[in-house]
Each structure stands twice: as C-alpha cells, then as structure tokens.
C-alpha cells in the first residue's frame, strides 16, 4: 500500500451489516484533523443495518448491495468491488460484516482488507465468541484487527487488545469490555496502516517505529 | 480439597524433569513465613534433572522414579501416586514434568493436580510455543496454571498471565518474558488453592475474592 504523506488521506470503504459500533469508532476518528485516514464509502448488505444512519448522520457516503438480489456470491462481490473501486476505496475495513467472503474478493483486495474479530485469535475464533470464552474458563480475551485472508478469522495480525475476564461475567457484560477496546484498536490499526507503518511478511506482521511496552497482567492477581 | 487454615500448611509435591525454575518460584515461596503451602516431595523421572540440586540447596525431600526403569505408564505412575501419597502430598504440581500422564493418573489426582504452561490456553498448546506464537504474529501471549485432565494442555485455569510479543522478538527473548510471569502464577495459584478459594465448576474454576482489576492492554500501542 502507498505511504500516505503530506496531507493526503488513505481513502477506507467499511462493509457493515447491522448497528455498526466499530464503524462509528471509524467516523469519529475520521474527525480528528490530522487523522490518516477517510471514509470514502459505507456499504451495507441490507437495507436495514443501522451503521446506515451513522453514516449518513456523518456525511459519509453510503450504498446497499443486497447479496439476495445476485445470483451467486461471485457476482454480489464483483458488486462490492466494483462500487469500492468507483468511490476509490483503496483499504477495506470489515465492521461486522455477516457475510463471508470467497477467495477471489480476498486476492482481489489482498493485504488491502482487514477484519475485527472479538477474541485473541488464535483462540475463539467463529461466532458466539464470549460465550465460548466464559464456559472454557479463559482468564483473559481481547480483540484483534488482522489483515483477511481466505481461512475465517485468520491472516496476520496487525493490534490486539486484551482484557481479564470475571468469575461473574456474562456474555453481554464480557462483549462490552471488549468493545470499549475494538473502538480503540480499529481506528489505531487503520491509522497505523495510513501511515505506511504497517508490514505484512508472510503469517506476520511488522509495525515501523512501534513504542515497546514492557508490561503485564495477571488474573487473578491474588 | 480441605480448606487449609490456622496455621496448617497445604503439602505439595512438583514433579520435575529438567531444571526446575518453576520449582525455584514455589521452593521462595515456600520460605515466606506465611505462605499457606509447602513442599513435601520434589520427584524427578531422571536422576540428571537440575531442579533436584535446588530442591536440596532447600533441604526439601528428594525422590528418583526414573521412568524407564518401570516395564508400562501404569507401573511408572502407580510409583508416582505411591511416593507422593507416602510423603502426604495433597497437590500435586508439574513443573516442566516431560513424561505424559494417563488417565488413571490424572483421575486419581483430580482436581488435586496442577500444571503449567507458558501460552494463554487455549492458544498454542503443546511444545516449541514461543517460536509458533512469533511465528503466528501473536501480539500477546502468556502462561496458564491450569487443573490436569486427560488431554493434554486442557483443564480448568486457576490462573493466566499475558504478555506482549514485540516485533523484534527471538524465542529465547519471549521466553524469558514468559517465565518471569511463570514464577509469579505458579505460587500464586497454588497459594489460592491452598486458601481454599478456589472452586472447579465443570470447566472452570471460580476463585473467591478475586480483587476485579479492570485493566486493558493494547499491543502495538500507537
């Protein structure tokens, strides 16, 4: 991907399917003057997903491509890309996108579409994410913004964030913490990817000019 | 297992193969005047295990059940469960322990048999972690007390730690990083344990009052 200098902004297309919280984090990081990074294109896959409002209460411009109104998967992605391109979308951030994506669209749009996925992969990947989480005991999950590739919640891995879980958590109180995390690391790894910081090499990847925080956690700490 | 109180010390055996730096965090442990637990019983399967020097520096009783000197499994852990019952141990912990335990084994001692392993289970069970966590681009990792069941690296957490991988990091380098956190996890959960405030339920335990740090941790952080 381009470095992204001198004032311009890396243009970002987000493929929503419903309320759209991560995408919101998007539209208000995309508010902050020196922020890399700009929304040229929402794309819903219904009509009713309610990321719809955020972005036009934002400005941003928004289109739906119902995937029941093409004959196979093929064509609806050929859709996708096609209006990604036409708005000049040159990063596509997945933000609670229900519908999985074949290998074509992946190549297509290779090491130029990242994915929110509410675990530390590799642990949890799937649905149901916090449920599993808490019925296997897991002192600690996180979030995690990884490059697509055409395996599910997988690909390599540019921020992730981690929280303890609770004895008392249920699913909702657990995906909340989470969330609070996803807001933050969404708008960080795409403004890290703005920046030209980011390196894919192979399974990995390498972020330039990255502070080292030597720190831990513990759970439960006594 | 009984609640250990006024006074009494929980009695642990560890189960050694190598070096024994676990054993060194429960053997400094063990010498705070109010530690709840101690060590009655370090076994080696190999006379060779480094670990047994410092189990002696501690004056800490010593035992050699070398492993091929016993014609099946069954015969070599009947020996185990023998000396370790001998010597009135009521937790057992493996620490970096190489020989696999059967079912028989781990039954016999369930619930009242610890291990340790240096990833966030359920991610990267099994050997050579350090260098699959750095090659899956992991932004965190950590280690796990965890109760023993029949597969390998499973069983209800006690307690995790979590740590980050830096870009620039080598296995030796993460490992290092790891097992500081070992040496903080290991007593302390055997110390919960022996407090008495820990409870398996199913798959997972439940520790009585656990402070809730609400603490995140975000990796590369800018």
Redesign the interface.
């Known amino acids: 991907m381009a470095a992204v200098g001198s004032g311009r902004r890396l243009r970002i297309g987000v493929l929503i399917s419903g309320r759209g919280s991560n995408l919101q984090s998007l539209i208000d990081a995309t508010k902050q003057a020196d922020y890399p990074a700009e929304i040229g294109l929402v794309i819903a896959n219904t009509a009713g997903a309610y990321g719809l409002e955020r972005a036009r209460a934002a400005g941003v411009a928004t289109q739906v491509i119902d995937h029941t109104a093409y004959a196979s998967r093929g064509a609806f992605e050929t859709a996708l890309s096609e209006a990604l391109n036409a708005s000049g979308c040159e990063l596509v951030c997945l933000a609670g996108f229900m519908r999985l994506l074949t290998e074509p669209f992946v190549e297509a749009w290779w090491d130029r579409l990242i994915n929110i996925h509410p675990s530390?992969?590799?642990?949890?990947r799937g649905l149901q994410v916090h449920e599993r989480v808490?019925?296997?005991?897991?002192?600690?999950t996180?979030c995690?913004v990884h490059f697509v590739r055409p395996a599910m919640d997988d690909g390599?891995?540019v921020?992730?964030?981690?929280?303890?879980v609770?004895?008392d958590d249920d699913p909702d109180r657990l995906a909340a913490?989470v969330l609070?995390?996803e807001h933050?690391?969404y708008p960080?790894a795409v403004r890290?990817i703005a920046e030209a910081r980011v390196r894919v090499e192979g399974?990995?990847?390498?972020?330039a000019g990255?502070?080292?925080?030597?720190?831990?956690?513990?759970?439960?700490?006594?």
């Open positions: 530390l992969l590799p642990a949890f808490i019925a296997y005991g897991a002192r600690f996180g995690t390599p891995i921020v992730q964030a981690v929280v303890p609770f004895d913490r609070i995390e933050r690391i960080l890290l399974a990995r990847v390498r972020i990255a502070p080292r925080d030597d720190v831990s956690l513990i759970n439960p700490r006594a």
